[in-house]
């Protein structure tokens, strides 16, 4: 069995390797398909209809109008005071998907996204929250796992060293490398063939040495 350097690459290779396998056991959250619901609870779509009528009976025109395809949900507000009586300012906002629909230019920003400001018991506002602090949770574990396994690299110089210590981590180790770690240590043998091929072919230096030690002993 050869010897295999825990390179500083094989050492990236087996944590990226492991932070794949933490991805695929542990996927992360979609956000709610919930955008257009929020212009239906905060009565966006009722209002901009009503606002078209009064607009055109004042005006005598259009009112000038954007076709949005993102929502962006907005909540400002105080959490609950701490221990010491510290009260924390929340802020919260994301950005959700909508089918196309018009809404008034003053709206929209960058053209064809809403903004709307909600309360911080909005549902859909609650079932973003939700997501977002599940995926920052599983965000979090990843991270703990790739310091740690990146630690316990550390401690070993060589492939061979870590796979003993922990054989599963076999299933991170590129293929090449264990095939290598796996092949004849053939080192010995080679020695041994270069000895007798140097004695062989320098059997006449030996010689010359060994009458030029008994000549200088005389």
Same mark, same amino acid.
């Given at each position: 069995? &050869?010897?295999?350097?825990?390179?500083?690459?094989?050492?990236?290779? !087996?944590?990226?390797?492991?932070?794949?396998?933490?991805?695929?056991?542990?996927?992360?959250?979609?956000?709610?398909?919930?955008? *257009?619901?929020?212009?239906?609870?905060?009565?966006?779509?009722?209002?901009?209809?009503?606002?078209?009528?009064?607009?055109?009976?004042?005006?005598?025109?259009?009112?000038?109008?954007?076709?949005?395809?993102?929502?962006?949900?907005?909540?400002?507000?105080?959490?609950?005071?701490?221990?010491?009586?510290?009260?924390?300012?929340? *802020?919260?906002? *994301?950005?959700?998907?909508?089918?196309?629909?018009?809404?008034?230019?003053?709206?929209?920003?960058?053209?064809?996204?809403?903004?709307?400001?909600?309360?911080?018991?909005?549902?859909?506002?609650?079932?973003?929250?939700?997501?977002?602090?599940?995926?920052?949770?599983?965000? &979090?574990?990843?991270?703990?796992?790739?310091?740690?396994?990146?630690?316990?690299?550390?401690?070993?110089?060589?492939?061979?060293?870590?796979?003993?210590?922990?054989?599963?981590?076999?299933?991170?180790?590129?293929?090449? &490398?264990?095939? &290598?770690?796996?092949?004849?240590?053939?080192?010995?043998?080679?020695?041994?063939?270069?000895?007798? !091929?140097?004695?062989?072919?320098?059997?006449?230096?030996?010689?010359?040495?060994?009458?030029?030690?008994?000549?200088?002993?005389?």
């Amino acid at each position: 069995m &050869k010897t295999v350097r825990l390179s500083r690459a094989l050492k990236w290779d !087996i944590s990226r390797a492991a932070e794949k396998k933490f991805e695929a056991a542990n996927p992360t959250k979609n956000y709610p398909d919930a955008g *257009y619901e929020v212009l239906v609870n905060t009565k966006v779509i009722e209002k901009t209809e009503k606002t078209k009528t009064v607009w055109k009976e004042i005006w005598g025109a259009d009112m000038q109008l954007n076709q949005c395809t993102e929502v962006r949900l907005t909540a400002n507000w105080q959490a609950e005071p701490d221990e010491d009586g510290y009260q924390k300012d929340e *802020y919260r906002s *994301y950005t959700l998907s909508i089918p196309p629909v018009e809404l008034p230019h003053f709206m929209c920003s960058y053209g064809d996204v809403v903004k709307i400001d909600v309360g911080p018991t909005d549902p859909v506002l609650l079932k973003c929250m939700a997501v977002e602090d599940y995926n920052d949770k599983l965000h &979090k574990q990843k991270r703990e796992q790739r310091l740690s396994v990146e630690g316990v690299m550390e401690r070993f110089s060589t492939l061979n060293q870590l796979m003993k210590a922990a054989p599963y981590i076999k299933d991170l180790v590129p293929q090449d &490398k264990i095939t &290598k770690m796996h092949e004849v240590d053939d080192r010995s043998g080679r020695r041994a063939a270069l000895a007798e !091929i140097a004695d062989e072919e320098l059997q006449g230096l030996r010689e010359t040495l060994l009458e030029d030690s008994l000549l200088g002993d005389d």
